[in-house]
């Protein structure tokens, strides 16, 4: 049993005009194998910061995060991370960006052909293996990049708001593919949002941040994954239960945003 | 004025020949012959070809035209050729006057002719004859084989019936004659609107200089080699300069100490111009190849310094986050993210640094070489061989131009996802 665990991060730091900012405080969660963490929150709550710092490309000011209790410093193959997009790399081909994390680590290509090609076929680009990334859609370079995470095997995934920059239709099919994937994988996988229906479809728990500073506002534990697995998205969507946590969410993220703006109009006052 | 209205004329004329008369012939119906909006947006203004065509056409032309070139149709009227007479008038220290006429034949230069025969006449002026090359002058001793002369007193009042004060020019039908000072007469045939080949030869002596030099050489190195060493030198010297330059862009771009260390070094040399620093060049390597190729190692050197530079701080830091989170260490990231990454800048970086070393070759080899392209053109021009000069400056042009051209092929094989990211 693997475990991530976030003990009692904080993040600050100071701006060059001698103020500075807590960007993360007394943030703590313990995470197990095959949890599907959705986390939300307005802009500035910090959730990139956090996830940056599980990737280990920011140190915490004060805490740590313990992977199977191994204290996490710096980056590494076992958590891997999905970004926005334009982390592909363009002078590859598609079979070569999926098979960079084994390439990297020395496998020959007879130990990583199958895992690769096997990909491929679950992401559907085992036809477009040849070709190279910038001649793909947004939605087909995005699936590379969950193909390129997922042949590192991680134990965990981060996932940077994967699915922001795609249109809609693409979307709902790429959160299909998500939760498909973490069910045959069983991988933990972590997510950032900005869409309310995406946390609560991907979010098997689900944390709510708050901003100024960033914090933990609320946890969720949410039924949407595993009926996704299951089910149409679209009718998980229909279901009384997702609209009504909908509205409490969103309503929770609209006073937080109105706090902010009250507090900033009262700063200029 | 005259070649620049005529340049005019066919730039608007053939405009309005190809682009309106022509219009239904060339009517084209891909994609962006529909846009409406043409006027602001680039990517709608696609080179009219026939217009480069036309371009290129009309500076031969003009310049055949101007230099009296078989190739050009029309010429612009020439010197004039052949034999000429003016009269003059001379008076005696008494006041009587006599008429008396000088017979001029103008010949092409470097070409020589008799000296017209002139029979005696009455009175005391005696007809004078000479002989003038097309385009010079030359002077008129009028009173050489009079009776009475200038030391007499006898001076000249009037060039073909008008009166003339020394120093005054009469403009006659056979060209201009001034009255000296010293009270003989200069003689300059009409010039015509043609150059002389001394300023500007015809395109075909440039091409016939060019084929005998192509034969014989010039200056003791055929052609191909006075090119060849110039070319030499510029890809030696850029060599050197980007196998030292983008080793330390990169630095400079991947370690804060590099970066401080060599800042204030790299953005003070980059504003020098390299054709500064060829008299130092010169002082420390001397005149051969070591101080050529030392100059273009430091014309090279900054550009592509920065352009390894920029081409690190180019890369998305995601790819870099994602090839960390891939497993891969410093070097592979170097070798599989950042040295691709950046490899379209450098490509810039080279052909910048590439022109930027053609131009200082030839300045350089215009200054002091032994053999070179600019030193070919800098040699003739002491002889005033300005057909070799011409010929220099178009095979330069065409180098570089070619030079310019590969690199672009190159960065089309080599990155081909440029500007596709």
């Known amino acids: 049993m693997s475990t991530l665990s976030i003990e009692n991060i904080s993040m600050r730091f100071d701006l060059p005009n001698g103020s500075h900012v807590q960007a993360l405080q007394d943030v703590g969660l313990t995470l197990n194998t095959g949890e599907l963490l959705s986390i939300l929150g307005p802009s500035g709550c910090g959730k990139t910061t956090l996830l940056n710092i599980l990737a280990g490309f920011l140190a915490p000011t004060q805490g740590q995060i313990t992977l199977n209790g191994a204290r996490v410093n710096g980056p590494g193959a076992e958590r891997g991370m999905v970004f926005q997009q334009g982390a592909l790399f363009e002078w590859m081909s598609v079979r070569d960006n999926v098979s960079f994390g084994p390439r990297m680590a020395g496998q020959r290509e007879a130990q990583w052909k199958g895992t690769v090609d096997h990909l491929l076929d679950v992401v ?116 009384p239960e997702f609209a009504a946590r909908r509205e409490e969410i969103l309503s929770m993220i609209w006073d937080m945003e109105e706090e902010i703006m009250g507090r900033s109009a009262e700063a200029t006052a | 004025m005259i070649a620049l209205s005529v340049y005019l004329a066919i730039f608007i004329g053939s405009f309005v020949l190809i682009r309106i008369g022509l219009r239904r012939w060339r009517a084209r119906h891909d994609f962006t012959s529909l846009k ?89 002026a005696q007809d004078d004859a000479v002989t003038v090359a097309a385009m010079r002058s030359s002077l008129v001793i009028w009173d050489e084989n009079d009776a009475i002369n ?89 060599a050197l300069g980007a196998l030292v330059g983008i080793p330390l862009g990169y630095a400079m771009g991947l370690s804060d100490w590099f970066r401080g260390w060599f800042d204030p070094i790299v953005e003070f040399m980059r504003p020098v111009p390299p054709l500064a620093l060829i008299p130092l060049v010169i002082i420390w390597a001397g005149i051969g190849e070591a101080g ?58 080279a052909r910048v640094a590439m022109g930027v070393c053609w131009g200082t070759v030839v300045a350089a080899e215009l200054v002091a070489a032994e053999k070179g392209a600019g030193m070919m053109i800098m040699v003739a021009s002491r002889f005033q061989l300005t057909d070799v000069v011409i010929m220099g400056i178009i095979l330069i042009g065409i180098i570089g131009y070619a030079i310019d051209i590969l690199m672009r092929i190159a960065e089309k094989w080599l990155v081909p996802w440029k500007g596709r990211i």
Request: hydrophobic residues 45%; contains cysteine.
């Open chain 1, 124 to 239: 559907g680009l085992r036809d477009f293996k040849d070709k190279s990334v910038y001649e793909l859609s947004g939605g087909m370079q995005q699936r590379v990049a969950l193909a390129r995470c997922l042949a590192n095997e991680p134990d965990v995934i981060l996932m940077d708001e994967p699915l922001g920059a795609l249109d809609a239709l693409t979307r709902e099919k790429m959160q299909g593919l998500v939760l498909k994937l973490w069910k045959e994988t069983g991988k933990t996988i972590i997510l950032i949002t900005h869409s309310v229906e995406e946390a609560l479809l991907l979010g098997e728990r689900l944390l709510v941040m708050a901003p100024r500073p960033g914090r933990i506002h609320r946890e969720y534990h949410l039924p949407f994954a595993e009926m996704g697995v299951q089910q149409d998205l679209r009718s998980v969507k229909k279901h």
């Open chain 2, 150 to 238: 200038r030391t007499d007193g006898a001076r000249v009042v009037a060039v073909e019936g008008q009166a003339v004060a020394p120093g005054a020019t009469v403009n006659t039908q056979a060209g201009d004659v001034t009255l000296t000072a010293r009270g003989t007469l200069n003689f300059a045939p009409a010039k015509g609107m043609q150059m002389e080949p001394i300023w500007l030869p015809a395109p075909e002596t440039v091409l016939a200089r060019a084929g005998e030099i192509a034969a014989t050489g010039y200056q003791n190195f055929t052609l191909w080699e006075h090119l060849g060493w110039s070319l030499y030198r510029v890809i030696a010297g850029f």
């Open chain 2, 292 to 349: 050529k190729i030392i100059l273009l190692f430091l014309a090279a050197l900054w550009i592509m310094t920065i352009a390894a530079r920029s081409g690190v701080s180019g890369v998305a830091i995601a790819k870099v986050h994602a090839a960390y989170s891939l497993g891969a260490s410093k070097w592979q990231i170097l070798r599989h993210v950042i040295v691709p990454n950046s490899l379209p800048e450098i490509f810039t970086g």
């Open chain 2, 36 to 124: 409406t909006v043409t006027f602001g947006d680039e990517s709608a203004v696609r080179p009219d070809r026939a217009a480069s065509i036309i371009s290129v056409v009309t500076i031969f032309l003009i310049w055949g035209a101007f230099t009296g070139s078989k190739w050009a149709p029309v010429h612009v009227p020439g010197p004039f050729l052949g034999d000429t007479q003016f009269t003059f008038t001379v008076e005696a220290p008494d006041g009587t006057r006599d008429d008396a006429t000088v017979f001029a034949r103008v010949q092409p230069v470097g070409e020589s002719a008799a000296t017209p025969d002139v029979p005696p006449n009455a009175g005391f």
